[in-house]
């Protein structure tokens, strides 16, 4: 039986025997090779999706926020907090929940996919809304967390990037070594330095032969890492990376020097685009910031050759139902007909004749 991301890589994770594990069974999500989509888009490589949005809570943010809370309750913290904007209050409040412990998120007003909001407000989080940006509640709640007994447990907190690198253990277990291309959409950028740190841990335990290249993606309108300076006021539709000022920005750019991957941008219409391909031709639906991931390997293929025999992964890092609102937005409306067959065959035909 599958227990979580603790007990599968517990040699690889700062925890003892005594360690209190708090987990609901995150991770081991599947690694989908995509069928359709290589064709369209001319790649050769075989590519696959990690569908990070079958975690516990919708994304991949359980897999550190298991060994945070987990951290957390061993060092008797009664009360944790973030930043987010939404999924980590998401992963926190229900951490905390099966914790027993208090939550407090701050998100910023307005800018929060319904989905993660009804999240947080069920697992009984205190939930605060703040007219600023993520940016702004990550600054106040950093200065909170040092002054009072609170623990954070945004990305900052070292035990959520060590519970994240077990995606890449998972993903070199799966695939029996490491992929060629990670791609990977930035925000925060905890998630790429959380990877980065598991396939170089993996590699020097020669639990695989090499290392991928790591190409995070950011959207084009919260770019600060690939403009070079902050962005103060980061926009897209892509919530989840609607980010100005990454707090690993630093360790973002060391792996993609290390891995010699790279750092770019996707608009916002890419992303909308590679998210409704994923979902029309594959079967899988992601949140819009995941489907950078996917964007990324589009948009790098037009200049670039991808060869048979490379493999790539994309990190789907949240599902779609998160984001209900911008899913019914972009997709065709649902056709009103008459409660009777000739009304439904009248609509139904085109299908008919084309099959
Ligand atoms: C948090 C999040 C990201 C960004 O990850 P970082 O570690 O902040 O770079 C991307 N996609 C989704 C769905 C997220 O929840």
């Avoid at 060590?162 to 925060?188: M, S």
Wanted: proline share 5%; with cysteine.
């Amino acid at each position: 039986m599958w227990k979580g991301v603790i007990e599968a890589y517990r040699m690889f994770l700062p925890v003892t025997d005594a360690t209190p594990v708090v987990s609901l069974c995150e991770g081991n999500t599947p690694l989908i090779q995509l069928h359709n989509l290589p064709g369209l888009f001319n790649i050769a490589a075989e590519w696959y999706a990690k569908y990070e949005g079958l975690n516990p809570t919708g994304s991949f943010k359980d897999r550190g926020m298991c060994m945070a809370i987990t951290k957390a309750k061993e060092a008797g913290s009664k009360i944790v907090m973030c930043a987010s904007t939404g999924n980590t209050s998401a992963a926190a409040a229900a951490y905390a929940a099966r914790a027993g412990m208090a939550c407090c998120v701050l998100i910023p007003e307005g800018k929060i996919a319904l989905g993660k909001l009804s999240q947080a407000m069920l697992h009984g989080a205190l939930v605060l809304q703040i007219q600023g940006n993520f940016d702004d509640a990550l600054t106040l709640v950093r200065e909170i967390t040092a002054e009072y007994p609170i623990t954070l447990v945004n990305s900052l907190n070292p035990y959520r990037i060590e519970g994240q690198k077990t995606g890449a253990f998972e993903i070199v277990d799966q695939l029996g070594d490491a992929p060629d291309f990670h791609f990977i959409p930035v925000g925060n950028a905890g998630n790429i330095t959380a990877y980065w740190k598991g396939y170089t841990e993996y590699f020097s335990h020669q639990k695989s032969t090499k290392l991928p290249k790591m190409m995070g993606y950011q959207a084009a309108g919260s770019a600060p890492i690939v403009m070079g300076h902050p962005i103060e006021h980061p926009d897209t539709i892509a919530t989840a990376i609607r980010i100005g000022n990454p707090a690993s920005w630093q360790q973002a750019v060391a792996a993609r020097d290390e891995s010699g991957g790279l750092i770019d941008m996707v608009t916002d219409d890419e992303i909308t685009q590679a998210q409704q391909m994923l979902a029309g031709h594959e079967g899988i639906f992601c949140e819009p910031a995941s489907a950078a991931s996917i964007a990324g390997v589009i948009k790098y293929a037009q200049a670039n050759r991808f060869e048979s025999g490379q493999r790539i992964v994309s990190i789907l890092t949240g599902h779609g139902l998160k984001d209900p609102t911008r899913a019914i937005e972009i997709a065709s409306r649902p056709v009103v007909v008459d409660r009777t067959k000739a009304a439904i065959l009248k609509v139904l035909s085109p299908m008919l004749e084309s099959a």
